[in-house]
């Protein structure tokens, strides 16, 4: 019963540590895009390095269609990626951030559609690659679908906590499978990045 019990209150601790974190990193966001300086200072701090090593990861050429599920009202991963050569189309179920998340887009000249969607129910047949970001709630049950769902030579890429972050987010693991390539690194600030193939 004790065991149970701390289950409960480790989980209970992650649900509301996320929902805090996770209201605070979106309101932060939300203003940081008021300043594309800001923006791309933020994001070449935070984002850069981890989004070359999921590329590295992949080894995609320039001209790929990518997915991004979870982008935000401050979408860097779909803007680098973007401006890399990629073909990217974002989704977002957050109505509130897609307003900042498109203006932004639109005054740094990214080609990259943001779309209302929840990423469990999204079609990802006609992209090579999709993207997952570390936020994102049904994370596990998303690239379980996706597995399903992509065609051959497409890549998943999602985000998980390591060290110090396992403390707020929840880790989803790897669910290894015969007909995918599973391939990993660890990057900055707390987090692992891991790429599947399907083969």
Same mark, same amino acid.
């Given at each position: 019963? *004790?065991?149970?019990?701390?289950?409960?209150?480790?989980?209970?601790?992650?649900? #509301?540590?996320?929902?805090?974190?996770?209201?605070? *990193?979106?309101? @932060?966001?939300?203003?940081?895009? /008021?300043?594309?300086?800001?923006?791309?200072?933020?994001?070449?701090?935070?984002?850069?390095?981890?989004?070359?090593?999921?590329?590295? &990861?992949?080894? &995609?050429?320039?001209?790929?269609? #990518?997915?991004? +599920?979870?982008?935000?009202?401050?979408?860097?991963?779909?803007?680098?990626?973007?401006?890399?050569?990629?073909?990217?189309?974002? *989704?977002?179920?957050? %109505?509130? @951030? !897609?307003? /900042?998340?498109?203006? &932004? !887009?639109?005054? !740094?000249?990214?080609?990259?559609? *943001?779309?209302?969607?929840?990423?469990?129910?999204?079609?990802?047949?006609? /992209?090579?690659?999709?993207? +997952?970001?570390?936020?994102?709630?049904?994370?596990?049950? +998303?690239?379980?679908?996706?597995?399903? $769902?992509? $065609?051959?030579?497409?890549?998943?890429?999602? %985000?998980?906590?390591?060290?110090?972050?396992?403390?707020?987010?929840?880790?989803?693991?790897?669910?290894?499978?015969?007909?995918?390539?599973?391939?990993?690194?660890?990057?900055? /600030?707390?987090?692992?990045? #891991?790429?599947?193939?399907?083969?």
């Amino acid at each position: 019963m *004790i065991f149970e019990t701390d289950i409960f209150d480790k989980r209970y601790y992650r649900y #509301i540590s996320f929902n805090i974190i996770s209201k605070i *990193i979106k309101l @932060t966001e939300m203003c940081l895009g /008021f300043s594309l300086k800001l923006f791309l200072i933020y994001g070449r701090l935070f984002y850069s390095r981890m989004i070359a090593n999921e590329l590295r &990861l992949t080894g &995609l050429s320039p001209g790929a269609r #990518i997915l991004h +599920i979870g982008s935000g009202p401050l979408p860097y991963t779909a803007f680098y990626l973007s401006k890399k050569g990629y073909h990217v189309k974002g *989704i977002d179920n957050d %109505r509130r @951030t !897609l307003p /900042f998340a498109r203006s &932004l !887009l639109e005054d !740094l000249g990214a080609a990259v559609q *943001i779309v209302d969607m929840d990423g469990l129910y999204a079609d990802a047949s006609a /992209f090579d690659a999709v993207w +997952i970001s570390l936020h994102v709630t049904n994370k596990m049950s +998303i690239v379980e679908r996706l597995k399903e $769902n992509i $065609n051959k030579g497409c890549f998943i890429v999602y %985000r998980e906590p390591r060290s110090w972050l396992n403390v707020l987010y929840d880790k989803t693991g790897e669910s290894k499978e015969d007909g995918f390539v599973y391939k990993k690194c660890s990057n900055d /600030f707390g987090k692992e990045s #891991i790429a599947i193939l399907k083969i």
